[in-house]
Nanobody
Framework: QLQLVESGGGSVQAGGSLRLSCAVS????????MGWFRQAPGTEREFVGA????????GYYDPVKGRFTISRDNARNTVYLQMNSLKPEDTAVYYC??????????????????WGQGTQVTVSS
């Protein structure tokens, strides 16, 4: 059973940066596509981005393109979400997720079998 633990959330002013980490255990990390999702109060969870098994590809939700970067370190079983130029509308609980199967991007929650507990990111204006 794969286990995912996010860290690195916090409060930051608009324009600032944060880096989230997601440590994975209980399986072969390099066998999974890793995704990041977020959920703001009163809204549905939405896709942020994903990275392929070897890190050879990434895909992003349009509102975060050019500001957020996903990377992974398969030796450390960790995936990262670097968030720059943060905006108040980026405020949400951020979740990492893992999916097996084809090494392609998916924006669909149900394609991801394993989820972390989430970490809060708050951006003030």
């Amino acid at each position: 059973q794969l286990q995912l633990v996010e860290s690195g959330g916090g409060s930051v002013q608009a324009g600032g940066s944060l880096r989230l980490s997601c440590a994975v255990s209980g399986g072969i990390f390099s066998g999974y596509v890793m995704g990041w999702f977020r959920q703001a109060p009163g809204t549905e969870r939405e896709f942020v981005g994903a990275i392929g098994r070897s890190g050879s590809w990434t895909g992003y939700y349009d509102p975060v393109k050019g500001r957020f970067t996903i990377s992974r370190d398969n030796a450390r079983n960790t995936v990262y979400l670097q968030m720059n130029s943060l905006k108040p509308e980026d405020t949400a609980v951020y979740y990492c997720a893992a999916r097996d199967g084809m090494d392609v991007v998916s924006m669909t929650e149900s394609d991801y079998r394993y989820w972390g507990q989430g970490t809060q990111v708050t951006v003030s204006s």
